[in-house]
């Protein structure tokens, strides 16, 4: 996988895809129920929520990650963009340079291309499962300009804070069921509800 490094001599924008750019949950219920199986918002997790329809089991976690290695080989057939998130991209990246990091599995790279593509979501794209402040720093090339990561996940929001601690961290999650469920993330991440809100947030802290 190759990392894009930036020159450095603009703001970055990172912007997480699963949830943030593409609808995910609600995609992925729809495939589940295709499948036998459904999502019930009952914990902000999806093992123990995916549950067989005819049973009403919990599916194993072995089963969950089956079926979502099967959705992302099928992500052009399911995903759709997230309300607001192709406009808003179009007009921070007048301002900022804007990368994809996905931490969907590599394989599925060349249908997430695809499927951004087809909405006219031509940013650089990196699909990694490894630690996201790390990867961020390396394509920010230490530069002192703001870094900015949009992520529905706490974990990676507090990775990019640990490694870039001028970095801004904004929490958005498309799914509203699932995002009133979220842990707090706590007071050095930003919350956004929309991506009118993520886009003024943006645009307030590249120009102070
Ligand atoms: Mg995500």
Redesign the pocket.
Known sequence: MDIPVLDGNRPLIVS?????ALN?LDPFNAFLQKNGYELIPRSFKLTGNVVSIAGGNAAPSMTVSTLMDAFFAAQQKWQTPTIGVVESLARLSTVADIVFLS?MPPKYFAARRALLDEFGMHYPLVASESSKGELIRQIHADSEHPVILI???IYNLHSVKKHIPHSMAINFMANDTFRAMAPDPGEDVHLAANWTEVTRLILRHISA
């Open positions: 997480d895809v699963d949830e943030v995910f931490a992520d529905d996940m």
